[in-house]
């Protein structure tokens, strides 16, 4: 079945350096979503991505989509102790009536 | 709105017992999903339903049993409790964008279980 890995598990930066997590799809996808959850929460969902190479931002995040639609990343610049969280990516499943998760990113930062 | 509820937040149960996490929605979506979260494991798929008396497996459906005769509720019940199902779990509903094949979950606040 469809698997989506994330790397890395676990990431701890200084507030303002840079933070990246990839994500890998054994299948091509018609789409990719990000969600965000914070400590002792529940997923948040972030964005969704959709075409061949999209790039999308929000504020400090930037989320890219690759061009084999197999592939995604979520880059945020400067981190802020407001984003210490685990970034999940998801690729839709079951003819799209469901999401296959990747196990996540914990991203830490001290202060 | 309230969105995706759950009840209850936290529970602890002893091998054997039975019991049944309980999902509402108002968002009037047709898809329903029950995750599990356990640590370095991610979400793992137990259970979804597209409608109404429509549900299926997901990638850990053993021990657990689902039932939807609203479009608001999706209770998953537990058979027999075994340690290996503490976990937290996550009930999300969502609706179907057939443009773009999205399909945005909604999540609970999860429910904390414990099996001893």
């Known amino acids: 079945g469809q698997q989506v890995m994330q790397i890395p598990q676990y990431q701890h930066v200084q507030e303002g350096e840079d933070f990246t997590t990839y994500c890998n799809s054994s299948?091509?996808?018609?789409?990719i979503q990000w969600y965000k959850q914070r400590p002792g929460g529940h997923p948040v969902f972030l964005i969704q991505?959709?075409?061949?190479?999209e790039v999308k931002k929000q504020k400090r995040l930037t989320f890219q989509f690759g061009e084999a639609k197999k592939n995604s990343s979520l880059h945020i610049t400067a981190t802020q102790t407001t984003d210490v969280g685990t970034y999940f990516c998801a690729g839709p499943s079951s003819g799209y009536s469901t999401l296959t998760f990747g196990k996540g990113t914990m991203l830490l930062v001290s202060p | 709105n309230a969105g995706v509820t759950q009840t209850p937040k936290f529970q602890v149960l002893k091998t054997g017992q039975s019991m049944t996490l309980q999902c509402a929605q108002d968002m009037n979506h047709e898809y329903m999903s029950w995750y599990r979260q356990d640590p370095g494991m991610g979400l793992r798929l137990i259970h979804y339903s597209v409608g109404a008396g429509i549900t299926d497996q997901g990638e850990v459906p053993n021990g657990y049993n689902v039932s939807r005769s609203t479009t608001e509720d999706f209770p998953l019940r537990l058979l027999s409790a075994a340690p290996s199902q503490t976990s937290v779990y996550f009930c999300?509903?969502?609706?179907?964008?057939?443009?773009?094949?999205?399909?945005?979950?909604?999540f609970g606040p999860g429910t904390r279980l414990t099996v001893l």
């Open positions: 991505l959709v075409k061949s190479g």
């Open positions: 999300a509903s969502s609706s179907p964008r057939p443009r773009s094949g999205g399909n945005t979950q909604y």
């Open positions: 299948t091509t996808l018609s789409n």
